[in-house]
């Protein structure tokens, strides 16, 4: 008895539509994948540009209590001076790291409010004392400083100690006067990236350095 093989019609392109199938969902991982992928780059790459922000800010400050320092010891900056030289016709440039606004030539004198009293928003582009680069072009990364303090006296303390036999006591007392500042810094970084950093620096009267390295 011969036996005859019958092909279901409804079987006819399964294997096609169950490899376009397939290729439709490994599609699908791919483009997820790569999307995520792409994601993970975006915010890795924010996030680096977001550290080099906050960390030239941070570098912003120290770049200014040097500066002021200097300042302090030196009286102010000669425009003409040892060791700075003219930005142009208003602004200084010290050692052509650092440009002084030639408004700010003895910053050291700024008192609170010199900037906290102005009714605009500071450090920026328009109240500044200091920024670096000195040059740059529009839109470039640069860190903008403002400078303001007052002067304080500081607590004293004593020592007494017994002078033996002599039934009488020797006292030393310290204290003096101190000039407390506030230094704002602000850097604008990449992709419009911004950070403000504020800290207080404490300038011990009489210990001025003896060099002075900008006048």
């Not at 004293?156 to 704002?184: K, M, P």
Request: aromatic share 8%.
């Amino acid at each position: 008895m011969r036996k005859q093989l019958v092909k279901a019609g409804n079987e006819e392109g399964f294997v096609l539509i169950t490899a376009l199938m397939i290729m439709v969902v490994m599609t699908i991982i791919g483009i997820a994948a790569t999307f995520n992928t792409t994601t993970e780059v975006q915010i890795a790459g924010n996030d680096r540009i977001h550290k080099e922000t906050f960390y030239s800010a941070d570098g912003g400050t120290e770049f200014a209590a040097e500066v002021l320092e200097q300042n302090i010891a030196c009286l102010d900056f000669a425009p003409n001076g040892e060791g700075s030289k003219l930005f142009d016709g208003i602004n200084t440039t010290l050692d052509g790291h650092i440009a002084v606004s030639g408004t700010s030539l003895e910053l050291w004198q700024n008192v609170i409010g010199t900037w906290s009293a102005a009714g605009t928003p500071y450090p920026s582009d328009t109240a500044r004392d200091l920024w670096y680069p000195p040059v740059y072009a529009a839109g470039a990364a640069h860190t903008n400083i403002t400078v303001e303090g007052i002067a304080d006296i500081t607590a004293g303390s004593s020592i007494l100690q017994n002078a033996g036999y002599l039934g009488l006591g020797r006292s030393f007392a310290s204290g003096g006067v101190t000039l407390d500042y506030e230094i704002y810094a602000q850097r604008l970084g990449e992709r419009n990236s911004e950070s403000r950093i504020r800290v207080e620096w404490k300038h011990v009267v009489g210990r001025e350095d003896p060099h002075c390295r900008y006048n």
